[in-house]
């Protein structure tokens, strides 16, 4: 089993719509969690931090479900600009490792 | 501020030759780590190191792998020899001191190919 699963996608959405996927992750003593976003052909940046209460950065809101392991992301109002290819990422223990999932695809369109 | 630097940008080399990647993190930061993307493996961390020294080299593939870090703005993962199948983006990425786990920041990467 892998550390961080992703649903793959593509998830094809219009514009306007709203959109929410979640990965899953093996370690019940994962410390960490984080959504990066990476675009075609560029880095991975860090979107935001996934916190216990669940939290909001603008349109985008990240849920962590430490019993049944899942971390979810929904994003609002979607925008053109949001394709892209989403990260889930855990910190699985008390250092600085981090497990990255295959990454979850969002295509918006017009 | 200049962000994560690494070089060459691309590299297409034929088999059985020496790579090196080179990268530069961000000024301060003192944790370093190399990582390597393929469609197949999804992104991987090869190696890290914290002040110059490697913490936890567990995921360099094979004995053909390996990095240094000579000082606190410059790293090396050198492949010897390279095969096909090393062909993959290698990124580079930084992170600040701090006591909690803090966010990386990631190099452009380099696209390496290994015919």
């Known amino acids: 089993r892998k550390e961080v699963e992703q649903d793959p996608g593509p998830f094809n959405v219009p514009e306007g719509a709203t959109v929410a996927f979640n990965c899953t992750y093996s370690n019940s003593a994962s410390q960490s969690f984080f959504w990066y976003r990476q675009d075609c052909r560029k880095e991975p940046k860090l979107l935001m931090s996934v916190y216990s209460s669940g939290n909001e950065d603008g349109r985008f809101t990240a849920q962590l479900n430490r019993a049944s392991q899942y971390i979810s992301l929904l994003i609002r109002d979607s925008k053109l600009s949001d394709s892209a290819t989403y990260l889930c990422v855990v910190n699985m223990s008390h250092d600085y490792k981090l497990s990255f999932g295959a990454g979850t695809t969002v295509t918006v369109r017009a | 501020d200049a962000g994560v630097i690494q070089s060459p940008r691309h590299e297409v080399t034929e088999m059985g030759q020496e790579v090196t990647l080179r990268c530069k993190p961000i000024?301060?930061?003192?944790?370093l780590f190399w990582y390597r993307q393929t469609m197949m493996r999804g992104l991987e961390l090869l190696i890290y190191?914290?002040?110059?020294?490697?913490?936890?080299d567990s995921g360099m593939p094979e004995d053909r792998f390996s990095a240094k870090m000579p000082n606190a703005s410059f790293s090396t993962l050198k492949i010897q020899p390279s095969e096909p199948r090393d062909s993959a983006v290698y990124f580079c990425?930084?992170?600040?001191?701090?006591?909690?786990?803090?966010?990386?920041?990631f190099g452009p990467g380099t696209r390496l190919t290994v015919l």
């Open positions: 000024s301060g930061h003192d944790y």
């Open positions: 990425a930084s992170s600040p001191p701090s006591v909690f786990y803090n966010e990386q920041f």
């Open positions: 190191f914290n002040n110059n020294v490697p913490i936890d």
